[in-house]
């Protein structure tokens, strides 16, 4: 468990760490691609010896663990014990250089291929600094730009459409640590979920988060937007947004605020993660807690499979059980008139993370798989109003293609933020997230589960999306063609324009993040500029 303090005030100024960086924009001439090991500019082991003692030893050479499952270093208990957890996020969080992105696990080095297949590196990343300084930061950062390596950032890895690795980068993972000063949580970049909603509630506080504990809030959820299931309440993650803390290419650790680094604060809340620089910290809104009644209320979420209509949770801060059956009444009315049976449970509870804990619980880790496909569309009342009837045979298509399933977020959040930030536009008008997704399974061939993403990509999806509005970036099809409209909207030239400018030589790199269109990863997994 990260250890969060309660502090009563906050200061931190601009810090320079960029003694031997280029100034002003020094460019360089660099190849087209970045390095890959066995190329002959590849660093050398003296070189990255340098680099792991510029560090404080904090550098780890990448051993994918999924290696206890295959010869030579097979051990049956260690194997059966990863293979009970692997679809699980928490599996992934202790271990460096792992992710949950199935697809790009590639069946590379998993628990389930054969024992004696060999694993491989392939779309890991070679080398992690464990960065717990933004001196650390830094170097690494000094370290992929002198030597033309490729640099990833991971927060947590709790991540789904791969921008938490890269075949032959050095990878910054999460940096942790947090601390409170009055009515804001400040995070550092490794705090999850349920750290700070225990913290918080610790002091009569709440906060947004995800709807799994285990997500990172710092990271691609707020960077991202990052809806919640306080959302209804309080707006999006990215609206709680104080200030950030960022190590920029140039190896400034920086505040970016509505006031400092305006841009830069703009475009990290909600403009995407994983490309403007390396996040270390975020202060957001925190707000008073107290009686929650939860099943039913502001906000709603409910699943459809094939056979099973799920209403998840719906939730009303503040509100009664009263309040909560009478929002129900003519959805359960209906129910009733048509004869079909159901189970409604409504409950008071006295803070937001007794909650989680009863509902989205046990805490810390929950019970959502990670290991799945997945795509999403937001929809505006206008649309449902004008397409009800083809949007109902869109999903009905969509249920009838097993095992695929959706899930559906009732949400409003169209209030304006209190300082302007780079979420999409379209969330401000969304009434419905539609997210259309399958498990992932180890079980059968790669392959297989390769041939269900094109048909989410390339079937289940593109109806959807012509009469949709919009995608949230954290929840979407990584293969969406799409992307720059649906995930950036009218933002994306702006937000091209303060990536320019902090990160002018393209040092950061993820994909479907602004500027990774400018950038192609070949079959052997290179990443070199498009021409």
């Known amino acids: 468990m990260k250890l969060l303090l309660i502090v009563i005030s906050l200061c931190i100024t601009h810090i320079q760490i960029a003694e031997s960086f280029a100034e002003n924009g020094e460019k360089r001439n660099s190849p087209s691609c970045r390095f890959l090991p066995g190329d002959s500019q590849w660093p050398s082991t ?14 780890i050479a990448t051993i994918p663990f999924g290696s206890v499952c295959h010869d ?20 992934h969080f202790d271990n460096p250089s792992a992710f949950i992105a199935a697809y790009q696990q590639n069946a590379s080095c998993n628990p389930y291929t054969p024992r004696s297949q060999p694993c491989r590196l392939d779309n890991y990343v070679s080398y992690v600094i464990n960065v717990s300084s933004a001196a650390d930061a830094a170097a690494g950062i000094r370290f992929a730009r002198d030597k033309n390596v490729r640099l990833v950032i991971k927060n947590t890895g ?4 791969g921008k938490s690795t890269g075949k032959g980068g050095v990878e910054f993972s999460h940096y942790t640590g947090s601390e409170y000063t009055g009515p804001a949580i400040k995070m550092g970049a490794g705090v999850q979920t349920y750290d700070a909603y225990e913290a918080a509630a610790a002091v009569g506080l709440r906060v947004l988060g995800g709807e799994c504990p285990t997500v990172g809030i710092a990271g691609g959820f707020t960077q991202g937007g990052g809806h ?12 709680q947004v104080l200030e950030w803390e960022v190590v920029t290419a140039n190896g400034s650790l920086v505040i970016a605020s509505p006031t400092k680094n305006a841009d830069l604060y703009w475009a990290l809340s909600g403009g995407g993660g994983g490309t403007y620089g390396v996040t270390l910290s975020l202060t957001a809104k925190a707000h008073p807690d107290g009686l929650q009644s939860w099943d039913a209320g502001g906000q709603a979420q409910w699943g459809v499979f094939e056979t099973l209509f799920m209403l998840s949770e ?21 129910l009733n008139a048509q004869n079909i049976s159901y189970q409604l449970n409504v409950t008071s509870l006295p803070t937001f993370v007794s909650h989680v804990e009863h509902y989205l619980g046990p805490l810390p880790y929950g019970v959502i798989p990670s290991a799945q ?4 569309v937001m929809v505006n009342r206008t649309t449902i109003s004008a397409h009800n009837s083809d949007i109902i045979n869109i999903l009905r298509n969509i249920v009838s293609t097993p095992p695929f399933y959706f899930a559906a977020f009732a949400l409003d959040v169209s209030r304006p933020p209190t300082h302007p930030n780079a979420v999409l536009p379209a969330w401000r008008d969304v009434l419905i997230y539609y997210v259309v997704s399958q498990f992932w399974n180890y079980t059968i061939p790669f392959s297989s589960m390769a041939a269900q993403e094109d048909i989410l990509t390339n079937k289940l999806m593109p109806p959807l999306q012509d009469l949709g509005n919009g995608a949230y970036l954290s929840e979407s099809d990584f293969r969406n063609p799409r992307w720059k409209e649906e ?14 400018r902090w990160d002018g030589e393209d040092l950061f790199y993820a994909t479907t993040a602004v500027g990774s269109d400018e950038w192609v990863v070949g079959g052997d997994g290179r990443l070199c500029r498009a021409n």
């Open 46 to 59: 003296s070189e990255w010896e340098k680099l792991n003692a510029s560090v404080s030893g904090r550098l």
């Open 72 to 91: 030579p270093t097979y051990n049956e208990s260690a194997c059966q014990i990863l293979q009970q957890g692997w679809s699980f996020p928490h599996t």
């Open 158 to 161: 709790h991540d789904y459409l």
């Open 228 to 239: 919640s299931i306080l959302s209804f309440s309080y707006g999006l993650s990215a609206d």
């Open 314 to 334: 719906v939730t009303l801060p503040g509100g009664t059980e009263d309040d909560v059956r009478g929002l129900l009444h003519p959805f359960t009315e209906h």
């Open 373 to 376: 496909i997945q795509g999403g």
């Open 487 to 500: 995930f950036y909207g009218g933002n994306y030239e702006r937000l091209r324009e303060v990536k320019r």
